[in-house]
């Protein structure tokens, strides 16, 4: 069973950067696409990068789209995300994923693991 770490997340201001990392351990998922997702209070859980098993297909979120991008390293067994111009909205959990297909997607029941979340917080 893997485990998946995700860290890098703290409180910033609107207009600022972070970048998420998650370790992957246990298990190599460099075969698995794996994914981002969101949640704020009250909120569903929401899609936000995918990114196929080597990296070469992504896709995003329509409420990111241009400003977070999703990267890995196989190598290093760690998933990026970095976020740019963050806004208010984009305050919540974010976790990481490591899906059953080869090519991320964006429904979460295609991935069957996921990591303990952390917290971003954007302040206006």
């Known amino acids: 069973q893997g485990q998946l770490v995700e860290s890098g997340g703290g409180l910033v201001e609107a207009g600022n950067s972070l970048r998420l990392s998650c370790r992957t351990s246990?298990?190599?998922?460099?075969?698995?696409?794996m994914g981002w997702f969101r949640q704020a209070p009250a909120k569903e859980r929401e899609f936000v990068a995918a990114?196929?098993?080597?990296?070469?297909?992504?896709a995003y979120g329509d409420s990111v789209k241009g400003r977070f991008t999703i990267s890995r390293d196989n190598r290093k067994n760690m998933l990026y995300l970095q976020m740019n111009n963050l806004k208010p909205e984009d305050t919540a959990v974010y976790y990481c994923?490591?899906?059953?297909?080869?090519?991320?997607?964006?429904?979460?029941?295609?991935?069957?693991?996921w990591g303990q979340g952390t917290q971003v917080t954007v302040s206006s």
């Open positions: 990114i196929s098993w080597n990296g070469g297909i992504t």
């Open positions: 994923a490591a899906s059953r297909l080869a090519v991320g997607s964006r429904t979460p029941e295609t991935y069957p693991h």
């Open positions: 246990g298990r190599q998922f460099s075969n698995n696409g």
